[in-house]
Every structure is written in structure tokens, then in C-alpha cells.
């Protein structure tokens, strides 16, 4: 399976998801006007990996700010590895934000709220 790689621009995070490493990596700030048409290619190369049978993966999330729309895809994201996860795929989520970020902690912490099935992992540097 081919890598997703999508530039970061003023209002879209940097994407980088290898196939080979089972590492992805969402960098930056995502208020698209757009949501869905962004994020779409993301969910389905996601599907599509796991179609092909991946293992374990490692999804970073080190997104400095994000808006409501962004939040609503990244928990339809959580909610799909949710479903992976069940099948005996080893998945983590870290959550990357500043120490000094209370409002990307407390987004961290809400998001590993309501996933009870992943590794959800919250890193405050």
C-alpha cells in the first residue's frame, strides 16, 4: 500500500501515514472550509489498510488548534480504529500537545474519554 502524504497549509494539518512503519502522523492546525473534503482521503486510505490486513499501528495527533468540524472527524477516526481494534489489532493513539496548552489537554483528555477500546496515550511536552 501506497503512503498518504498531504501538505500543511495555513488551515490544514500536515499528514503523514506510512504503510510500511504502521506509523501516522497528524501535524498543525485543521479549520478547513471544507472538513469532509479534506479528511475523506484520510478515512479512506485508513480503511483501505486495514483492508489489507495491518496490524499494529501508531496514530499521532500533535494538532495545535482545531475546530469543531475537525473534532467531529477526529472522533469519526477514533471510532473507526475503535473497530479495528476489536479485532485484535494492536492500535495507539498519542495525543501530542504543549504543557502550556490547557485547552489541547483537555481536548486529549475528552477524546480519551469516550474511547474506551484504544491505547489512548496523552503527551505533554
Not at 59 to 74: D, G, H, P, R, W
Request: include cysteine.
Amino acid at each position: 500500500m501506497d503512503n498518504l502524504k498531504i501538505e500543511r497549509t495555513k488551515s490544514t494539518p500536515y499528514i503523514f501515514f506510512d504503510a510500511a512503519s504502521g506509523r501516522l502522523r497528524v501535524e498543525g492546525e485543521s479549520y478547513p472550509e471544507n472538513v469532509v473534503k479534506f479528511y475523506t482521503p484520510v478515512l479512506d486510505w485508513l480503511h483501505g489498510y486495514f483492508a489489507e490486513g495491518a496490524d499494529n499501528i501508531t496514530l499521532e495527533f500533535k494538532v495545535a488548534y482545531f475546530n469543531s468540524s475537525t473534532s467531529k472527524v477526529f472522533m469519526t477516526i477514533f471510532d473507526l480504529l475503535e473497530e479495528y481494534v476489536t479485532t485484535g489489532r494492536m492500535i495507539e493513539v498519542v495525543w501530542i500537545c504543549d504543557r502550556d496548552n490547557d485547552v489541547s489537554i483537555e481536548c486529549g483528555e475528552e477524546f480519551k474519554e469516550e474511547v474506551e477500546q484504544l491505547s489512548f496515550r496523552i503527551e505533554a511536552c
